[in-house]
């Protein structure tokens, strides 16, 4: 059986990829600071779908709590053939001349620190069994473009990114591939508190005209973290809505 391991992987996206992988039969290790949504989520992916399921207590600026869960993912499962980074610290409203040493700290140990060390630990795990595997980080257009108020958000995406291309480098050797999705907007919890004008004039920005869902970055997951990805590694898998392409604000054709 295999076994994917997902930080955050209660709520939004990493909820719905827990979902996909649970579908296709697959053992589910979930993470969250929130012990009893984990339950939850695990209790809940045991009755729909029938796999073995697991919650595990973890924070992304604590390193004691990265290798704990790990140790406790392998005793508990035996083997990790995918590893997903799915949880970030947000950073939201931290611009030049609004962050402090702490809140700085804070998102760079998450993003940065606390994602390279839980892809180590997976790694680890993934060596010893010489079966190879999978990682995969969910990354941000921030990382290559900027929005007010998320410099250091953008500082650990980019830093993330950077990593990715290291990983995959140093561990296709082990049959380990690592890859980075480059997020755009995704639909959230966050979404449902716009108003209808607010949600059309955001999707008005972008060339498809509306915000990833959930499930597409769950299916770019799958794809990167089974062997349907079989040769692929080191790679930025880009799912925005089109903006990238934009050099100017978006606008639509006279007609």
């Keep these: 059986m295999s076994v994917v ?7 939004n996206t990493g909820l719905a990829t827990a979902k996909l992988f649970a579908s296709k039969g697959w053992d589910v290790a979930v993470s ?6 984990s339950l939850a989520t695990t209790e809940m992916l045991k009755k729909e779908y029938g796999v073995n399921a697991k919650s595990y207590t973890l924070e992304l600026g604590d390193t004691d709590s990265i290798f704990a869960a790990f140790k406790q993912v392998e005793a508990d499962f035996g083997r990790l053939d995918c590893f997903v980074a799915n949880a970030a610290h947000l950073g939201i409203g931290m611009g030049t001349f609004s962050t402090d040493v702490e809140d700085f700290d804070a998102v760079m140990e998450a993003n940065a620190r606390g994602s ?17 595997g999978a990682i995969v980080t969910i990354g941000s257009i921030q990382a290559n ?4 108020d998320r410099v250091p958000y953008a500082m650990s995406k980019a830093a ?4 990715v291309r290291c990983l995959a480098y ?8 690592v890859n980075n999705i480059v997020a755009g907007a995704i639909h959230s919890v966050r979404w449902d508190d716009m108003t209808e004008e ?28 089974t062997d349907l990805s079989n040769s692929t590694t080191g790679i930025d898998l880009l799912i925005d809505s089109g903006i990238s392409t934009c050099i100017l604000p978006y606008s639509k054709a006279e007609n």
Excluded: W
Excluded at 116 to 132: D, H, N, P, T, V
Excluded at 160 to 163: G, K, L, S, V, Y
């Design 198 to 225: 607010a949600k059309a004039v955001r999707r008005s920005r972008y060339p498809l005209g509306h915000e990833a869902a959930e499930m597409d970055i769950a299916n770019a997951v799958f794809y990167l973290g």
């Design 116 to 132: 390279f060390f839980c892809c180590q630990q997976a790694a680890e795990i993934m060596r010893r069994q010489k079966e190879g």
């Design 160 to 163: 993330m990114a950077a990593m």
């Design 170 to 177: 140093e561990l296709g050797e082990y049959n380990i591939r």
């Design 5 to 11: 391991f997902i930080t955050g992987g209660c709520a």
């Design 32 to 37: 969250s600071r929130d012990s009893e949504s």
């Design 145 to 148: 473009g900027c929005v007010r």
